[in-house]
């Protein structure tokens, strides 16, 4: 489900509108935070991507949904207006690719090297810490870090840093293995 958030062409576009209207009027980092509060609840609700997502839901219904949600969770205005702009143009779907448009950008903005870390379990403070040590000295800066739980992995971890992964779970061993056994 975290594979949604890659850009598109759509999204992208959608992104660096609301990335310059964030910047312009001084709410880049209020933005970026509704939109982290935003890609979570994705992950997290059902509901949601059905309401962004559905073929028949209206789009005046999608736009009353996602507005009522940003009002619930406080959301800065102009991330307000934009899930309404997004919705009323049909584009609510592509609300992920948006996300992952506008946190590429910010990135770049803020010079910040993004990480995702995905683990078969939740990773302790110390665990964190040692990947964020050999991210650091690996890549010459601290990275911002984001976690995720994946059971499907079995064990091991999952690092991707912009477009590079490195991949040492043990799901993609054991489908290695069964792959050079058929090959045998």
Excluded: C
């Amino acid at each position: 489900m975290a594979d949604e958030f890659r850009t598109t062409e759509v999204g992208d576009r959608y992104a660096q509108a609301l990335f310059d209207l964030a910047l312009e009027t001084g709410r880049l980092d209020a933005v970026r935070a509704d939109l982290t509060s935003l890609k979570a609840a994705w992950l997290d609700s059902a509901d949601l991507r059905r309401l962004a997502t559905s073929p028949v839901i209206a789009a005046d219904d999608q736009v009353k949904g996602l507005t009522a949600i940003a009002a619930k969770a406080g959301f800065e205005k102009t991330t307000a207006n934009f899930l309404g702009l997004l919705a009323q143009n049909g584009r609510a779907r592509d609300l992920p690719a948006v996300i992952a448009g506008f946190q590429a950008r910010y990135a770049k903005h803020a010079g910040i090297v993004a990480a995702e870390v995905v683990s078969a379990q939740p990773l302790d403070a110390r665990q964190l810490a040692a990947i964020e040590a050999a991210l650091n000295k690996s890549l010459g800066k601290a990275p911002e870090l984001t976690t995720r739980v994946d059971l499907a992995l079995l064990g091991g971890l999952k690092i991707k840093v912009g477009s590079k992964l490195f991949d040492a779970s043990l799901k993609t061993k054991l489908d290695q293995m069964k792959f050079a056994l058929k090959r045998a």
